[in-house]
T-cell receptor, first 113, second 113 residues
Framework: DVKVTQSSRYLVKRTGEKVFLECVQD?????MFWYRQDPGLGLRLIYF???????EKGDIPEGYSVSREKKERFSLILESASTNQTSMYLC????????????FGPGTRLTVL | GEDVEQSLFLSVREGDSSVINCTYT??????LYWYKQEPGAGLQLLTY?????DMKQDQRLTVLLNKKDKHLSLRIADTQTGDSAIYFC?????????????FGTGTLLAVQP
């Protein structure tokens, strides 16, 4: 069974703080993804990684950065959190095949005050 | 660019059939997916259909694909209160090693007892 875990289910931070969201998968997947989910907007891709130390911007990368130092771990970093980054953040992973579905973590609900 | 659209809300009575619709724009999509998100949880894959198929049935779920109209639907027979969730359709292009998915906005299915 594929397992994707995220470090926190709920997180409350203050404006200007640096925030780290961690994601770990245990299936040796090549690809990992970070999305944010907002009502009425569905899932929007922030960044993805197709290999260790490799990353590509998704549709909404502004205000975010990522780190993938090990294959199983993909971190999303908010350098200086802002209130408009209050959202649900979902991590996903899959194998490096064109047609492989993505497996999702449970999500982290981040509130920035 | 690619776009996937869904209606935002559907309400049905327990025991009735539910039909959730989705339209997409990328005609090169290889697979189309339906994901389910229960309250407070991540997304789980419900079913998928390969682009050269018209229909796929899996127990209470029936997926219909009209490739000409770029229309995808998910029918849930004998809908139960446990089916209440947000349903996302997603398309997968045949593009590179990362297998990015484009998600719709999600349809909230409310099942009335």
């Amino acid at each position: 069974d594929v397992k994707v875990t995220q470090s926190s289910r709920y997180l409350v931070k203050r404006t200007g703080e640096k925030v780290f969201l961690e994601c770990v998968q245990d299936m040796d997947h090549e690809n990992m993804f970070w999305y944010r989910q907002d009502p009425g907007l569905g899932l929007r891709l922030i960044y993805f990684s197709y290999d260790v130390k490799m990353k590509e911007k998704g549709d909404i990368p502004e205000g975010y950065s990522v780190s993938r130092e090990k294959k199983e771990r993909f971190s999303l970093i908010l350098e200086s959190a802002s209130t408009n980054q209050t959202s649900m953040y979902l991590c996903a992973s899959n194998r490096g095949l064109n047609t492989d579905t993505q497996y999702f973590g449970p999500g982290t609900r981040l509130t920035v005050l | 660019g690619e776009d996937v659209e869904q209606s935002l809300f559907l309400s049905v009575r327990e025991g009735d059939s539910s039909v959730i619709n989705c339209t997409y724009t990328d005609s090169s999509s290889t697979y189309l997916y339906w994901y389910k998100q229960e309250p407070g949880a991540g997304l789980q894959l419900l079913t998928y259909i390969f682009s050269n198929m018209d229909m796929k049935q899996d127990q209470r779920l029936t997926v219909l694909l009209n490739k000409k109209d770029k229309h995808l639907s998910l029918r849930i027979a004998d809908t139960q209160t446990g089916d209440s969730a947000i349903y996302f359709c997603a398309e997968s292009g045949y593009g590179g090693a990362t297998n990015k998915l484009i998600f719709g906005t999600g349809t909230l299915l409310a099942v009335q007892p």
